[in-house]
Nanobody, 120 residues
């Protein structure tokens, strides 16, 4: 069974930094695109940053220059380095990955989410 598990969330003051991690576990063939989404109270879930297996990345405008997405393919791990955090970054952050299973195609997987709270 394939699972994604996030860690690294917490409470931080505005201007501070946090690093989120997401590990894919279980038996699978490979991981394609990986991404971080977030959902603030009363708002829709939004894409924060995405990276392909080849290392191409994109970011939503509000985090460009402050957040960096990266992955360690050997460890099946996705990271999100968040610097210069603002109160509007407060949300539950979710890891997402398109994973190719053995012999049964691919699937879209989600982590359970990790809370990031930025105090002003």
């Amino acid at each position: 069974q394939v699972q994604l598990g996030e860690s690294g969330g917490g409470l931080v003051q505005a201007g501070g930094s946090l690093r989120l991690s997401c590990v894919a576990s279980g038996s699978f063939r490979s991981i394609d695109t990986m991404a971080w989404y977030r959902q603030a109270p009363g708002k829709l879930r939004e894409l924060v940053a995405q990276t392909t297996s080849g290392g191409n990345s994109k970011y939503t405008d509000s985090v460009k220059g402050r957040f960096t997405i990266s992955r360690d393919n050997a460890k099946n791990t996705l990271y999100l380095q968040m610097n210069s955090l603002k109160s509007e970054d407060t949300a539950v952050y979710y890891c997402n990955a398109r994973i190719w299973r053995w012999g049964t195609g691919s699937g879209d997987y989600w982590g359970q989410g990790t809370q990031v709270t930025v105090s002003s």
